[in-house]
């Protein structure tokens, strides 16, 4: 009874989790800036964070990696930040910081004692008036992001994965290409290339503003207004609107990687936007085949008849499209296509067989749990509250996400298998080492 009265609490404890709102308030300054607002005086810090909606698909094509670059070269210095200092600003005043940059957008934030929000406020705003942009930066920061494409892409086993993806699911649109970019191209950039990026970006009206954490409203308005109220509006930017052909036939390629040893077989499909209710069934397809070792293709492939060292489903889902990868390592003498055999099974029962009770329960499970955990810090509040405003264009999607998920049936499943799954919808890549001369 002390059992079953605990599950009941727990289930009584999360449900309360899930119908709870993060309440917060939004509003756009005179120059565009959306301000979005989160309240909590339960914890003793804020988070500052500015959202740019640019990405790498924003980039001239031959200018590859302009994104990414400048997550790192706006933290060089401002007119009011010497060169260095910015990290050690955040560092002495008990904060914390840093970047990240996809293909749709580019996410800057601290976090810092409740008592330094106008701190974090003055930092941000210093970077989007007044960031130096000279060569000793433009330098300094490429020879940053060449160390880092060493690293993480050009000599780490299988750190061109995601490059052999896109570069054959897209043939015309920037999803094309991976963030890091390519180095000949930031080589050859001028620094007026540079400085006119960031006019044309990094500017009020293509940005949003995130406070969340322990604060006083009305103050944080007003320094909100001081801070930010006079930087200059920008263009109209228009949106990236670059159609891909659907892929009408199966699509076979190799793809060679001169640091692994075990190849790899990749499955890839082109899906839909990530705003579509499809793309959030493709996010339960994932989990139902490779979510956990008690997971269809891992508990086949990899407990059962041990053919793969590791099997995995991805979907990557994006603003204008998203791709769907499965992914397998072969065990021994397995061949790729022995590999593929098996993920095409699975897949074919998907589209044919509604799955059971007992699976859509553990569905509904996991995705509740991922919900509670991705709005269980405030930095995640922060995070969650800019992308779906930037992304979505609905910022409440912080609370009604789940009914998404919720609102998903079987029979979503098995359409949206059929759907996107096909055969003829396939690109087979098969990931393998380079033989050495």
Known sequence: MKFKGFILLFFFLINSVLAQNISFEEYDLNNGLHVILHQDSSVPLVVTSVMYHVGSKN???????????????????????????????????GGSLNANTSQDRTYYYEYFPSNKL??????????????????????????????????????????????????????????????IGEMEHLDEAT????????????????AVLVVAGNFERENTKRLIQDYFGPIPKGEQLPAVSIKESPITETKKVSYFDQNIQIPMGLMAVRTPSMTSKDAYV??????????????????????????????????????DYGTYVILA???????????????????????????????????????????????????????????????????????????????????????????YLNKNQRIYIDYLPKETE
Do not use: C
């Not at 330098?139 to 880092?148: A, G, H, I, R």
């Not at 007026?192 to 960031?198: M, P």
């Not at 008690?294 to 994006?318: G, T």
């Not at 779906?388 to 999607?397: G, R, V």
């Open 329 to 419: 390592l072969p065990l021994g003498e397995t061949k790729l296509t022995d590999l593929y055999s098996e993920i095409e099974n699975e897949i074919e029962l998907l589209q044919t067989e509604l799955i059971s009770d007992y699976e859509f329960e553990k569905l509904q499970n996991i995705v509740e749990n991922s919900y509670v955990n991705s709005n269980s810090t405030m930095a995640g509040i922060a995070n969650s509250l800019a992308r779906y405003y930037t992304l979505y264009d609905d910022t409440n999607l912080i609370n009604t996400e789940i009914e998404i998920y919720k609102s998903i049936q079987k029979d979503d499943i098995m359409r949206v298998a059929k759907s």
């Open 59 to 93: 980039e001239d094509p031959n200018r590859r990696g302009f994104a990414h670059f400048f997550e790192h070269l706006l933290f060089e210095g401002t007119k009011n930040i010497s060169r260095g200092e910015f990290m050690k600003i955040v560092e002495s005043n």
């Open 282 to 319: 493709l996010e339960l397809i994932s989990i139902i085949l490779s979510d956990g070792k008690s997971s269809r293709l891992y508990k086949k492939m990899v407990d059962e008849q041990k053919i793969a060292l590791q099997v995995q489903a991805v979907n990557l889902s994006l603003e």
């Open 118 to 179: 106008e701190l974090g406020l003055w930092l941000e705003s210093e970077r989007m008036l007044h960031p130096v942009i000279n060569q000793v930066g433009v330098d300094t920061q490429n020879e940053v992001v060449k160390e880092e494409k060493r690293r993480n892409y050009d000599n780490r086993p299988y750190g061109q994965v995601l490059m052999a993806i896109v570069e054959n699911v897209f043939e015309k649109h920037p999803y094309r290409w991976t963030t």
């Open 191 to 206: 620094l007026t290339e540079f400085t006119q990026f960031k006019e044309k970006y990094y500017v009020p009206n293509n």
